[in-house]
């Protein structure tokens, strides 16, 4: 683990990349929110963070924009392949559960949902 920021170690790079040290949630996490102009204290109750731990993690952001843009964009990319990768893998697995009949007694759930999918199919 190496520390990023020099007056604090409140961002550090770990196997996960640039993580708000003390937590599992990486700088990527915060960007998707950040990308989407949603407001700080939004994000900080959703991660559950200290003021503190945010005040650092858009500082980091606002200071190091291009190279956290730079790593961000591959996070998304990998993550995509990934994602690819999976369903393609997953195809036949997830073919067969789908063919699969509801369990019993789940029969006015599954009526229930396929309802209000048609209801919103309906609306598109």
Not at 72 to 99: F, G, W
């Amino acid at each position: 683990m190496t520390t990023i920021s020099n007056e604090q170690t409140a961002i550090i790079r770990t196997e996960r990349g640039l993580t708000i040290a003390g937590t599992r949630i990486t700088i990527y996490d915060i960007m998707d929110y950040v990308t989407a102009q949603y407001p700080p204290k939004f994000i900080r109750g959703l991660f559950d963070l200290t003021e503190a731990q945010i005040n650092a993690a858009l500082t980091y952001i606002e200071a190091n924009r291009a190279d956290v843009e730079a790593e961000y964009q591959m996070v998304l990319k990998e993550a995509e392949e990934l994602r690819l990768y999976y369903e393609e893998k997953n195809r036949d697995l997830i073919a067969r559960i789908a063919a699969q009949p509801p369990r019993p007694g789940t029969e006015a759930a599954w009526e229930k949902l396929r309802a209000a999918k048609a209801k919103l199919d309906a609306k598109a």
